[in-house]
Nanobody
Framework: QVQLVESGGALARPGESLKLTCVGSGFFFSNYNIGWYRQTPGHEREFVADITSYGASVDYAEFAKGRFTISKDDSKNALYLQMDNLKPEDTGMYFC???????????????WGQGTQVTVSS
């Protein structure tokens, strides 16, 4: 059973930093691309950043470039999102996502965590 558990969301002031963590289980973590999405008030869920299997390359949404850094530690099955210079418009629920097959199966599907809330306000 695939599980993704996010943590690290909090209340931050504009300009401050937060680091989100997603811990995965039930699949071969290092084998798959994995990423972050967010849903901000009044908007659809949108792509934030992702990282390829074994950390070979990364990709960012335009709003994330230069402020957010995605990384992972395969030894801990952990995905991170370092968010610097936070802005009020970064307020939202942040989700971890992977398209993978659970260990021991060949059925690929999208998996989402429950999300972690980031609020940026002065």
């Amino acid at each position: 059973q695939v599980q993704l558990v996010e943590s690290g969301g909090a209340l931050a002031r504009p300009g401050e930093s937060l680091k989100l963590t997603c811990v995965g289980s039930g699949f071969f973590f290092s084998n798959y691309n994995i990423g972050w999405y967010r849903q901000t008030p009044g908007h659809e869920r949108e792509f934030v950043a992702d990282i390829t299997s074994y950390g070979a390359s990364v990709d960012y949404a335009e709003f994330a470039k230069g402020r957010f850094t995605i990384s992972k530690d395969d030894s801990k099955n952990a995905l991170y999102l370092q968010m610097d210079n936070l802005k009020p418009e970064d307020t939202g629920m942040y989700f971890c996502h992977v398209f993978a097959a659970a260990t021991g199966t060949t059925e690929f599907r999208d998996y989402w965590g429950q999300g972690t809330q980031v609020t940026v306000s002065s």
